[in-house]
């Protein structure tokens, strides 16, 4: 009787073709809307948790506190508060992989003609493992080569790019504030960093290089920051504050003293960050269902006038032996069809525009099976709770009154 | 013989604006199983409302109804669907046929409300339509089959699933004379052939003469039963209440 009811109903619908498609329109463009929101908002949030994997993971950033001449502030890093030795003590701590201290200066790099602005970091070889980076040509400089203060340099991609173009920079040499740098090795790309910094564009050099012939001769032994890398996600809380401790007590700092610098957790932004694009697709998707509803209401409208429009019909079928409950199941299940329908082409057409979105956007707007499995599930729901009214009222009807119009 | 309908002083009344309208005023009236009855009345004299009633498409205000034995006033809602479903035919005059529907899956209908399976009640279709003579049409839309064509198969769909009572409202209206007679000849030859008892409401004389057994209705009230004499016929037959 089902599959007859079926079949009854898809007739219905094709004899109001025109209708019957206006009225999925509503659901089309609801289940479309939730589809590409849901892709979008989970290709940004594979997009941020990959770019945060890509800082690293398990990595606290200890930078130095504010330096201050006169009544100035320096801001985060630029006082002379971290020192080597403080790298040293860092890695003695438990659960502490590597830490790897680093300095950074603004340099204009030439090579030959050619120069570039850019950063040059000054650090150990530790700082690649704790970076996770990778080298994809050359080599990375040797423990002896920064005790030594080598001057050498490995190049991020695109100062490679902007300085040597399509010839190979490996054994070239470079001049930054006036040091000649062989070029030892370039690194694989990383790509941009949350804020959109190109994070290719560095040059790293042994960090011994770095405060001997480019940093200022008043911050010989300091640095600017120190990257951590902790063996476990569970024990960063607890290295955190050990570095905490440490550095208070090596700094001689009293108990009034404020911190004379910082320990960052990329963890806690990385958290942040998930519920905040969390957040955010769902915020979307909940208005790609407001548009769901008006689909709905869109389809009981159409059914209502469909009772009034068959109610002949109904009386017809009353006289033949339907129960009220068969003509309310027909009716329900014409405005299921309708739902479920729509939400067949809707998701049709979300993933085809979260595939262009995804195309353009440089993402990966997959749809899941969970998004579709949701919009058929909220489909058919609104097709029933808005279904049931106008399938009510045709239960409802008098025979005769039904007959009689 | 066991009598198929069995009212009681029936009493049916409408409420309107103007206040309580009588339409139905103590009708009391048997058929045996197998009977070719018509029921006459002018318009407004109750006879379609005595019709509703007997189909069980409306309940009495009062007086008691019997189907087959059954009070049906003791029926749920359900149970009188499955009675119009299964124990009466209806034939309308003006068809009613799904106008969506194939011929075949109109007849086809009533036994989709019973739950016979597809093949049975497709197979059972095409027979009676072709009982009905229209077996090479099974395909034809309503609106491609002749007025006679479209009561023919509303008479099969009627049939189909094999009901005691065959209930016609005015089932030649609709149709030329020539077309109404062997409508009218259809149901003869179900009622001798098959024993299906059939009631025919109609103000047609020509109609009501094709049947063994008259009632005429006037005023709500049951006002000749008897065999089709003239004088029932055209309504010249006062108080010959049987």
């Known amino acids: 009787m089902i599959v007859t009811m079926l079949a009854e109903a898809w007739s219905a619908l094709i004899a109001n073709r025109l209708r019957s498609v206006l009225t999925m329109l509503g659901m089309i463009i609801g289940v479309a809307a939730v589809i590409l929101m849901l892709a979008i908002g989970g290709g940004v949030q594979k997009q941020v948790s990959e770019s945060i994997a890509g800082l690293g993971s398990n990595l606290l950033i200890v930078t130095a506190g504010s330096g201050r001449s006169g009544p100035l502030s320096g801001g985060a890093g630029s006082g002379a508060t971290l020192r080597i030795d403080d790298a040293d003590r860092i890695a003695e701590i ?38 996770e980076w990778t080298v994809g040509d050359g080599r990375t400089f040797t423990e002896r080569e920064e005790r030594a203060g080598a001057r050498v340099a490995v190049l991020g991609q695109t100062v490679a790019d902007k300085l040597f173009g399509a010839s190979d920079p490996l054994g070239q040499t470079i001049r930054a504030k006036g040091v000649s740098l062989r070029v030892i090795g370039i690194m694989e790309k990383r790509g941009q960093g949350f804020g959109g910094q190109d ?35 569970d024990a960063l809380d607890q290295v955190e ?14 108990a009034s003293d404020d911190d004379d610098f910082s320990v960052a957790n990329l963890t806690a932004i990385t958290d942040t960050l998930s519920t905040t694009t969390a957040a955010i ?17 869109g389809i009981m409208n ?82 029933i709770f808005f279904g049931w009214w106008p399938a009510t009222r045709a239960a409802k009807l008098s025979p005769i009154e039904a007959l009689r119009s | ?31 045996e199983k197998g009977e070719l009855v018509s029921i006459m009345g002018p318009s407004g004299s109750g006879k379609s409302t005595l019709m509703n ?28 669907a499955r009675l119009r479903n299964a124990g009466i035919g209806f034939v309308f005059q003006q068809f009613n046929l799904l106008p969506r529907l194939s011929a075949l899956a109109n007849v086809a209908l009533p036994m989709v409300y019973s739950g016979v399976a597809k093949r049975d009640r497709d197979m059972r279709a095409q027979t009676l339509l072709a009982s009905v003579g229209i077996g090479d049409k099974p395909k034809s839309r309503p609106s491609q089959l002749s007025g006679g064509q479209q009561q023919r198969v509303a008479v099969a769909r009627s049939l189909a699933n094999s009901p005691e009572l065959l209930l016609a409202d005015e089932p030649t209206g609709a149709l030329d004379t020539k077309t109404g007679i062997e409508v009218l000849a259809l149901f003869r030859s179900l009622n001798e052939q098959q024993g ?18 008259v009632v005429r209705i006037q005023d709500g009230r049951v006002f000749y039963d008897g065999p089709p004499t003239e004088a029932a016929l055209y309504g010249h037959a006062e108080g010959a209440t049987a």
């Open chain 1, 94 to 131: 438990d659960n502490v992989v590597a830490a790897a201290p680093s300095t950074n200066v603004p340099a204009q790099v030439v090579a030959g003609p050619i120069n570039w602005a850019t950063q040059v970091t000054g650090s150990v070889p530790a700082y690649f493992l704790v970076n």
């Open chain 2, 53 to 80: 009633i007997i189909g069980c498409l409306d309940t009495p205000t009062a007086g008691i109804y019997r189907f087959d034995g059954t009070d049906t006033a003791t029926l749920s809602e359900t149970a009188l």
């Open chain 1, 241 to 254: 504050r050990d570095i905490t401790y440490l550095l208070r007590r090596t700094h001689r700092l009293k």
């Open chain 1, 199 to 233: 994070r290719d564009d560095v040059i790293i050099v042994p960090l011994t290089t770095a405060l001997r012939l480019l940093q200022g001769n008043a911050f010989r032994r300091s640095i600017r920051s120190i990257s951590v890398s902790v063996a476990s996600a």
């Open chain 1, 281 to 297: 697709s769902l915020l979307l998707a909940a208005i790609g269902s407001i548009s769901l509803v008006v689909g709905g209401i």
């Open chain 2, 1 to 31: 013989m066991t009598a198929l309908l069995a009212l009681d002083n029936v009493i049916k009344d409408y409420q309107s604006e103007a206040g309580t309208f009588r339409a139905l005023d103590g009708v009391s009236l048997v058929v």
């Open chain 2, 196 to 213: 299906v008892t059939v009631v025919i409401v109609t103000h047609d004389p020509e109609v009501a003469r094709a049947t063994n057994r």
């Open chain 1, 302 to 383: 159409i059914m209502l006038v469909s009772v009034t429009e068959r109610t002949r019909e109904i009386g017809i079928r009353m006289a033949i032996g339907a129960s009220r409950a068969a003509v309310r199941l027909q009716f329900l299940l014409e405005a299921l069809m309708l739902s479920l329908l729509g939400c067949g082409i809707g998701v049709a057409v979300g993933t085809g525009l979260a595939m262009v979105a995804g195309k353009f956007i440089g993402f990966d707007t997959a749809v899941t099976l969970f998004a579709i499995s949701i919009a058929f599930a909220v489909s058919a729901s609104i097709g």
